[in-house]
């Protein structure tokens, strides 16, 4: 009985220490191997820049459109600058000409609505011209003279004129509607225009920062200094606008007052429309630059549908690899920026910049997006990889599972079957003659497992019913203590069973039972106690 016993814990051992089938490790060997080849391709298009393509993309896109804006931009205020210092220069000729007609200086037109009257209608004709051939919303021209030098702020209000177009819309930036804003009201009258609804006689040159100054700087031509003045509201209306200023200067080099166009900031956001593209709607802007900040409040903003830019922002600039960051504190953009000359003459101004931004969430929902089919075009390709591999292991190990199949069913490879596999039929040769070699040697044949089983099975039948029910129990892989509760029996009973179950099937102990049990179980026989 122990050697009995020893046999079959010795061919338990063996079966537990059986090795992975051929195919499950040529498995594992294509997908280790697949996992290295993936590993090294990601990492090789990390390196080549193929995962930070999107930002070299967004690089050039908002390059090239910086440059085209940049250039459009560059040539509007040029052209508005070429055309205000003509106005300046033909205002100058022509206030010249009507004091020198009356033989008196400007200063003496001071408190004289007369000929402060008829200087306006010598001006009028060259700022209508000059507003209907610029590209802009206003034309102006303030004589460095009042009305009323007694009234209160008379320091800071100066007469001239000031024309503008209203209903400005999307789709007709630039209506032939001309308002008069400023100015002596007879003109208008004259002129069959009409007053805008906030209209007001004279200018307030406090409004207009460095206007003061630029009309008592001595000068000798208007080229020599002018500016844009950053973006201010319009007294007594809920526009801004920025203002061309340029020297009205005589041939003696008095300066008769300042003239120029204006450019609102509405006027400026039909001009230049948001960009609609893939990495999300980009707004031009042109304002001053300051300490590593881009003002908005002191410049202009085109169309900012499709984004969060109100255009009050101070935007703190962080100098990128690709783009940079304009970050609002409470929002943040990014985009690119070139400095534009937009003055002269006045070196304590700041440095102007024309600016492309997106917001930073309009394009990491769109590389967000990219990175998401990047990773699912990914899985898609390793799956299908795993799926060639498990289809190559299974070819290559099928010819020698079916060979071996084959030599099963013939009852060993002793019948001279051939796999068409050469090492495999050399394998089954070499059996074939060491299994000759060991029975010519031995002359008996090593004990027969299997006999133990068949008469163990065979056994079963002497078994009762209840006997039966406890084997199943045990079988289920239940312990002794558990079945009392189980069969609805005493523990006494079950003990009683026990002693008859090893009896009839000629076991010595219940290790020894779980033994066969366990045997059967790997050996596909379990069935057969049933």
């Known amino acids: 009985m122990r050697n009995r016993l020893k046999e079959l814990r010795a061919l338990n051992a063996f079966a537990k220490k059986q090795s992975v089938g051929m195919q499950r490790k040529l498995m594992l060997y294509w997908v280790s191997m697949i996992l290295v080849v993936f ?55 022509e206030i010249e000409g009507a004091l020198v007609q009356e033989g008196i200086s400007l200063q003496e037109v001071n408190d004289d609505p007369e000929r402060l009257l008829k200087l306006q209608e010598v001006m009028y004709p060259l700022i209508s011209t000059t507003l209907q051939t610029a590209n802009c919303n206003g034309a102006y021209a303030i004589l460095d003279a009042t009305t009323n030098t007694g009234l209160e702020g008379a ?72 500016f844009w003045s950053r973006r201010i509201d319009l007294k007594d209306t809920w526009e801004s606008a920025m203002l061309l200023c340029v020297p009205i200067v005589g041939s003696d080099g008095t300066v008769y007052g300042v003239c120029g166009i204006e450019l609102s900031a509405l006027y400026f956001q039909f001009s230049y429309p948001t960009l609609e593209g893939k990495f999300g709607s980009a707004v031009t802007v042109l304002a001053p630059v300051q300490d590593s900040r881009l003002l908005l409040p002191d410049g202009l903003v085109g169309s900012v549908n499709g984004t969060y830019l109100d255009g009050q922002e101070t935007l703190a600039i962080h100098q990128g690899r690709y783009y940079n960051e304009y970050d609002t504190g409470a929002g943040r953009y990014i985009g690119l920026h070139q400095t534009i000359p937009i003055s002269r003459g006045k070196p304590e101004d700041n440095v102007w910049a024309v600016a492309i931004l ?77 299994a000759r070699n060991q029975r010519l040697e031995q002359g008996e044949l090593p004990p027969n497992i299997a006999e133990l089983f068949d008469q163990f099975v065979e056994r079963k039948d002497l078994l009762t019913e209840a006997e039966r029910n406890i084997l ?31 009896e009839k099937l000629g076991v010595a102990s219940r290790d020894e039972l779980m033994l066969y049990i366990d045997l059967l179980r790997r050996c596909g026989r379990l069935q057969e106690l049933f």
């Open 39 to 93: 590993a090294a391709v990601v990492l090789l298009l990390s390196i080549a820049g193929a995962f930070s393509r999107d930002d070299e993309q967004l690089h050039e896109v908002m390059e090239l459109h910086l440059s085209n804006t940049g250039d459009t931009l560059a040539s509007q205020l040029d052209h508005l600058t070429a055309q205000s210092l003509n106005l300046s220069k033909e205002l100058s000729r």
């Open 155 to 226: 320091d800071h209000s100066r007469s001239g004129i000031h024309l503008r177009y209203s209903n400005l819309s999307a789709s007709s930036p630039v209506t032939p509607t001309v308002v008069y804003f400023r100015g002596i009201p007879d003109i208008a009258r004259q002129k069959d225009l009409e007053l805008h609804n906030r209209w007001n006689l004279e200018f307030d040159t406090d409004q207009i920062p460095g206007c003061r100054e630029l009309m008592d700087a001595p000068l000798s031509r208007p080229a020599d200094r002018y």
């Open 358 to 434: 997106i917001p930073q969430e309009s394009y990491a929902a769109y590389t967000a997006g990219v990175q998401q089919t990047w990773i699912i075009a990914a899985l898609g390709l390793l799956l299908v990889l795993l799926a060639l591999s498990f289809f190559l292991s299974r070819r290559f190990v099928r010819p020698i599972t079916d060979s071996l199949k084959r030599f099963q069913q013939a009852e060993g490879p002793e019948q001279g079957m051939s796999s068409g596999i050469s090492e495999l039929d050399e394998l089954a040769e070499f059996l074939n003659a060491r």
């Open 472 to 502: 199943r129990y045990y079988i289920d892989g239940h312990e002794i203590a558990e079945i009392p509760d189980l069969a609805f029996i005493s523990m006494s009973t079950v003990r009683k069973h026990n002693r008859s179950i090893y």
